[in-house]
């Protein structure tokens, strides 16, 4: 998985509460992204980074926040957890952005009850 | 605006005999189209990509794909499918940004 690693892999919380999943990586790439994917959707971007402390927003960023203070890591919160939350999260990221080819991380899986 | 169809949800083919994947594609200007493959979870894998040149591209594991301007089509190829070849599919268009397609489930039968 392209030294990217996500933590935790899998979490169950409780709606209302905030989450934190963090993205590691070790190719010191510039481009980090935060995925959700669910079924029939496929994989829909919540923000990117094009570098620390630059951050913008994706298609389904509402209820979601990031932040980036180290070039390797990539930090995806929740502020309050809802069940529409419930998905798999991916990280990835890229070199240069206009070839635009990603890696990805290995998920995390995200229960909200 | 930007998109990208993949019409079927799943495909069936026996071992041994070639497989089609589809994916239409709608962008301005000149597409960045990818192809990525995702097993039980795992994280997606990159396959192939197409940004300019020869409109058939080779890619991880003996898989092509073909890119079709006219057509506005990349519909990704292999030969001979192995059962090892199933898993989920998906076709990304690069325009402002990377956008996937709900993904083609392929299975493939011994």
């Known amino acids: 998985d392209a030294g990217i690693t996500q933590s935790p892999r899998h979490k169950v919380t409780e709606t209302g509460t905030p989450v934190t999943l963090r993205c590691h990586q070790t190719e010191n790439h510039r481009y980090m992204y935060w995925y959700r994917q669910d079924p029939g959707h496929g994989l829909r971007l919540i923000h990117y980074s094009y570098g620390v402390k630059d951050t913008d927003k994706g298609e389904v960023s509402d209820g979601y926040s990031v932040s980036r203070s180290k070039t390797e890591d990539f930090l995806l919160t929740l502020e309050s957890a809802t069940s529409s939350q419930t998905s798999v999260y991916f990280c990835a990221i890229s070199e240069d952005r206009a070839e635009e080819t990603q890696y990805f991380g290995p998920g995390t899986r995200l229960l909200v009850l | 605006a930007q998109s990208v169809a993949q019409p079927e949800d799943q495909v069936n083919v026996a071992e041994g005999n070639p497989l089609t994947v589809k994916c239409t594609y709608s962008?301005?200007?000149?597409?960045?189209l990818f192809w990525y493959v995702q097993y039980p979870n795992r994280g997606l894998q990159f396959l192939l990509k197409y940004i300019t040149g020869d409109n058939l591209v080779k890619g991880s594991y003996g898989f092509e794909a073909e890119f079709n301007k006219s057509q506005t089509s990349f519909h990704l190829k292999k030969p001979s499918a192995l059962v090892s070849d199933s898993a989920l599919y998906f076709c990304?268009?690069?325009?402002?940004?990377?956008?996937f397609g709900a993904g083609t489930r392929l299975a493939v039968h011994p």
């Open positions: 990304a268009v690069r325009g402002l940004k990377l956008i």
């Open positions: 962008v301005s200007g000149n597409p960045y």
